[in-house]
């Protein structure tokens, strides 16, 4: 039976329980990936955009990765269970979610998980992360970490949209003007000029760079190319389409300049990408 999944060693995902002079290993503003924390009993000091939260039981944080922060001060009963994550496994379970959620968890990366199903339903997730990691026999190992990581964020997008808390202060033309770059971005990967999507949208590029900054905190060409990366990444993973075909199928002039746009935007070149993928 051919199948095309890679049982990749490097999967870009870790799965963590800290307990204080037991387990030492806790996310700090040291390490490059974003992480989901949830603390069971204790408290701690998280310092995220020059903002300083206490951190008590059953609260949830979330960190992107690149987010400047700090988590400090753990008392002595401070217990909590986290999954981390690469930038690139990052940008693959969070393929469309709407730019709102983003721009939501920059200004709110804390709450409370008050209900008890709620709280059982976010550490079921870790469990099931925790015990496929362990799962190194599984040649579907990273697929099926990625689909429970995407599966955990879509259950906190359903709360924030649930509970209202999404930040409602931007205009709502502003909102729908982002919401309808991102889904047109998605929906045409061949195009990759901020002045097209601003053409449809009718309004100047100027102003539409400024909408997606303040959305997402990305520039319109920064979030365009990522989007592209994600596209070209997407599709080394699961065909067996050659670099020249993918450069045709996303409208580049040729295989090299596939491989230099990839090369700029992720700081490694394309067989590097696959050699990860065959851990």
């Known amino acids: 039976?051919?199948?095309?999944?890679?049982?990749?060693?490097?999967?870009?995902?870790?799965?963590?329980?800290?307990?204080?002079?037991?387990?030492?290993?806790?996310?700090?503003?040291?390490?490059?990936?974003?992480?989901?924390?949830?603390?069971?009993?204790?408290?701690?000091?998280?310092?995220?955009?020059?903002?300083?939260?206490?951190?008590?039981?059953?609260?949830?944080?979330?960190?992107?990765?690149?987010?400047?922060?700090?988590?400090?001060?753990p008392s002595a009963d401070f217990t909590a269970s986290w999954v981390s994550f690469s930038a690139q496994t990052m940008d693959e379970a969070l393929y469309n979610f709407p730019s709102t959620?983003?721009?939501?968890?920059?200004?709110?990366?804390?709450?409370?998980?008050?209900?008890?199903?709620?709280?059982?339903n976010r550490m079921e997730y870790i469990k099931m992360l925790r015990a496929k990691l362990s799962d190194h026999d599984n040649i579907c190992r990273y697929e099926i970490m990625l689909a429970l990581l995407r599966s955990l964020f879509m259950e906190i997008l359903n709360r924030?949209?649930?509970?209202?808390?999404?930040?409602?202060?931007?205009?709502?033309?502003?909102?729908?003007?982002?919401?309808?770059?991102?889904?047109?971005?998605?929906?045409?990967?061949?195009?990759?000029?901020?002045?097209?999507?601003?053409?449809?949208?009718?309004?100047?590029?100027?102003?539409?760079?400024?909408?997606?900054?303040?959305?997402?905190?990305?520039?319109?060409?920064?979030?365009?190319?990522?989007?592209?990366?994600?596209?070209?990444k997407q599709l080394l993973r699961t065909t067996d389409l050659s670099v020249k075909q993918i450069a045709e199928q996303l409208n580049f002039s040729g295989s090299g300049n596939l491989c230099r746009f990839f090369k700029s935007n992720t700081g490694k070149t394309i067989s590097d990408f696959k050699n990860e993928l065959k851990g």
């Open 101 to 120: 959620f983003f721009s939501h968890i920059a200004s709110v990366p804390i709450y409370n998980l008050s209900d008890n199903d709620e709280y059982s």
């Open 160 to 232: 924030i949209v649930r509970s209202f808390r999404v930040n409602t202060s931007e205009p709502k033309h502003r909102r729908r003007l982002l919401d309808e770059f991102v889904n047109s971005v998605s929906a045409t990967p061949r195009c990759r000029e901020v002045a097209y999507f601003a053409e449809k949208l009718c309004i100047t590029p100027k102003y539409l760079s400024a909408i997606v900054l303040d959305g997402t905190g990305f520039t319109a060409k920064e979030f365009i190319d990522r989007n592209a990366v994600t596209e070209i």
């Open 1 to 73: 039976m051919d199948v095309s999944f890679a049982n990749r060693q490097n999967i870009g995902i870790k799965v963590g329980l800290y307990e204080r002079g037991i387990t030492p290993e806790l996310p700090t503003s040291q390490i490059r990936e974003g992480f989901i924390l949830i603390c069971h009993s204790g408290t701690a000091i998280f310092d995220y955009a020059h903002t300083e939260y206490s951190l008590h039981s059953r609260d949830i944080i979330i960190v992107f990765p690149g987010d400047i922060y700090t988590l400090s001060n």
